[in-house]
């Protein structure tokens, strides 16, 4: 027996990361909702299903005293999601499971109602088209849901038999008439969102006998039909009494273009007024106050070919008489970061937000001047207090009922989301117990820093594997980012540094130019000139690392996606320093780029025809001498496939590399038909990591590693 155990105990990994079936089985955490007494905190985790071909997610309570133990509150093969309470403590989410009372219907994603003092969830409200979104007022009855409507369709009867002959005929096609026409990975319409309050209907049978529990249908009153396509993408929030929603609307403009801009719903009459419109600025809603009197905005200006946007918090007085316009003051206009907005104090006294700040995302309290709920005092005066203190990202931050505490989502690169309390007047963090333990590291993590030729900082991550010394030294991977306006400075499940951290290898992780977090100048610094400062920081940061002894200098590799991907292409074509290059979802040809992304109306204000060609790696195939290994999936309308396969031909036909009179070439392209921009699918997940470990040891190590089996190769 006791030689039975050993052998069980030596074929488990050292850690979840030693083995890619183990890292891909670990919990995911995401979200978090507060019910109104403070007492419940749910959250959601998504994990493999039996078959492990994808992930199902499922509502958890968290006790958040953080003595109880976490309990699953739902269970079913479709999965939930999108949790919100009611005022009375009721909690509402969506799910697609099947319908006990109407088992024959085909399943749709439907609004469930868990009542507050226990008992089983049931379906309070399901329509054919689905339900995708749902919010809740904090001190009313209200509720309100997003969901899609066929254009055409009048009513909901009329929605209803619009899919239904759509689905029997096997009909698909969608025309257009405006911009966009694609986002991600879907294809827009016909459908189209609204927002809809959730109100009581009529008892169809009144007086029939039934069990307690029973309760009148639920019925939607349309509140956007005007709406069109305004609403995709649109942040909306409601005011505490449950009477106003503030929402974007994303107006069309001439030649393809929109912005959007800031507009209130009144519920009563299903009306709303466009508040904060203004050329070359959108407008999003934040968190409305307790008194319901200001509402938080954050504005974003257009970026042009020599300006990067700025992204700004401003403070609405929604009560005040007169234009909303001069109701509108900046909140902390001094403070040079890109606030995420969050949550109010109770008493109004102050606002919560997170922000990229060096390496971390830290949780900040904004103190208003004069403040109390209105908008007035001196911007110049407004407060910007760090809460946490420690190197993570926070997100999903909710505030307790008495001011005192704030609950959020807490992630780094030692440890993926779990959800934290956070004392608001000491700042100290208290991990709440969890659905699933903490996965454990082998290895470390520290912070460097280069400065480059303009005197700027490079902050970076390095992760190095335990063991690395100068008589170990571990072959180093330099990882680009995406964004290219972002930072690494939280746990990513698709770029996970410690998977390859077990296969030996150190893992940079450098914010070059255009890294957010370190102030408006450093993102100007990159601006429009990607080749440039970017490219030199990063090569700069890898000139320092390569240096340390614990490093082998001789065996290096660059990967990247998406503008990491760009900048991977971008560094085959400038420099022959790496041993491999791996580049996924990657922008190749930015003018072919430019008109064919999901958002052209964006990116072709950002770079003019000239910059675009400046910038564009394409024009260096034939300086490219390094293994590249291309990966894209045909659903990613980000960045089309078009890229990936011409960047493939193009290597083939043009690079130092290009293949020989047998066809033969050191370049790999993996293809998937059917993911997007990221890799989903837990499976193709596993093929990713597969390849990327066998092209990296067969180029960087001189070694062999099997591919995966599920290619059949």
């Given amino acids: 027996m006791a030689s039975e155990d050993s052998a069980i105990l030596s074929e488990q990994p050292a850690t979840p990361f030693h083995d890619i079936d183990h890292y891909l089985a670990i919990p995911r955490v995401s979200g978090l909702a507060l019910s109104p007494d403070g007492q419940r905190l749910v959250t959601t985790v998504s994990t493999l299903n039996g078959k492990g071909t994808e992930y199902v997610t499922a509502l958890w309570e968290l006790d958040p005293a953080g003595e109880k133990h976490a309990r699953r509150i739902t269970r079913s093969a479709k999965g939930e999601a999108g949790a919100a309470f ?5 909690l509402y989410f969506t799910s697609a499971r099947p319908d006990p009372d109407s088992p024959d219907d085909d399943p749709v994603s439907a609004l ?3 009542p507050a003092d226990g008992g089983e969830a049931r ?3 399901s329509r054919t088209g689905g339900i995708s979104h749902v919010i809740t007022a904090r001190d009313s009855d209200a509720a309100f849901v997003t969901a899609s409507v066929l254009a055409g369709s009048a009513d909901e009867e009329a929605d209803e038999a619009r899919r239904k002959s759509r689905k029997d005929n096997k009909v698909s096609a969608i025309l257009h008439s405006g911009y966009p026409v694609r986002y991600w990975d879907a294809d827009l319409g016909p459908d189209q969102p609204r927002i809809f309050a959730v109100e009581p209907g009529e008892d169809k049978d009144p007086g029939k006998p039934a069990t307690v529990d029973a309760a009148a249908p639920l019925k939607l009153r349309n509140l956007t039909p005007e709406a069109a396509g305004m609403l995709r993408n649109a942040d909306s929030v409601v005011s505490p009494d449950g009477r106003t929603i503030y929402t974007s609307f994303d107006k069309p403009l001439a030649k393809a273009d929109s912005r959007s801009v800031l507009v209130a719903i009144d519920v009563a009459t299903a009306t709303h007024k466009v508040l904060l419109d203004r050329e070359g600025m959108s407008y999003f809603a934040g968190p409305v106050s307790p008194d319901n009197r200001t509402l938080v905005v954050l504005s974003e200006s257009d970026t042009t070919p020599r300006q990067a946007p700025q992204v700004k918090l401003h403070l609405l007085d929604v009560s005040a008489p007169g234009e909303p316009e ?13 606030a995420i907005k969050a949550a109010w104090l109770p008493d109004a006294s102050a606002l919560l937000v997170t922000a990229d700040d060096d390496g971390a995302s830290p949780v900040f309290r904004i103190t208003p001047a004069g403040a109390g709920g209105g908008a007035g005092g001196a911007a110049g005066d407004d407060e910007v207090t760090r809460v946490t203190l420690d190197a993570a990202a926070y997100t999903d931050v909710v505030v307790s009922p008495d001011g005192l505490s704030a609950y959020a989502l807490r992630s780094s690169y030692e440890f993926p989301p779990e959800a934290v309390r956070i004392d608001l007047a000491s700042g100290q963090v208290t991990r709440l117990q969890a659905p699933a333990e903490r996965p454990r590291i082998q290895g470390s993590l520290e912070r460097m820093e280069a400065t480059a030729a303009d005197g700027a900082r490079i902050p970076a991550y390095l ?10 030294q571990a072959p180093l991977l330099l990882w680009i980012h995406g964004g290219p306006l972002g930072s690494w400075n939280a746990w990513t499940w ?14 940079l992780l450098p914010d070059p130019a255009l890294s957010t977090g370190y102030g408006q100048s450093y993102i100007q610094r990159g601006w429009g000139e990607w080749g440039r400062a970017p490219f030199t920081d990063l090569m700069k940061i890898t000139d320092v690392v390569v240096e340390r002894p614990d490093i082998d200098a001789s065996r290096t590799a660059a990967m990247g996606g998406s503008f990491g991907g760009y900048m991977a292409n971008w560094v085959a074509g400038q420099t022959d320093r790496f041993n491999a290059i791996v580049t996924h979802a990657s922008l190749w040809a930015l003018d072919q780029f430019g008109p064919t992304t999901d958002a052209s109306q964006y990116w072709l204000k950002e770079m003019t025809a000239e910059m675009a060609l400046a910038n564009s790696p394409h024009l260096h195939v034939e300086k490219i001498s390094t293994p590249m290994l291309v990966i894209h999936g045909d659903k990613d309308y980000r960045v089309p496939i078009g890229e990936g396969l011409r960047l493939w031909y193009e290597l083939l036909s043009k690079s130092q590399l290009a293949a020989d009179g047998n066809g033969r ?20 997940a596993k093929v990713w990591y597969g390849v990327v470990e066998h092209f990296l040891a067969k180029n960087v190590l001189d070694q062999d590693a099997p591919l995966p089996a599920e290619l059949g190769l």
Avoid: M
């Fill in 463 to 472: 992760a190095l594997p335990e063991g690395a010394s100068a008589r170990n």
């Fill in 112 to 114: 469930w109602q868990l």
């Fill in 665 to 684: 070439t050191p370049h790999r392209f993996l293809y998937y038909p059917d993911e997007n921009h990221w890799i989903l699918q837990p499976q193709h």
């Fill in 494 to 507: 698709r770029w996970n540094p410690w998977l390859l951290v077990a296969k030996g290898y150190a893992v």
């Fill in 326 to 338: 001069a109701n509108l003051r900046p909140l902390a206009p001094e403070w040079d970061r890109w």
């Fill in 86 to 90: 009611a005022a009375t403590g009721d």
């Fill in 123 to 125: 379906v309070v409200l």
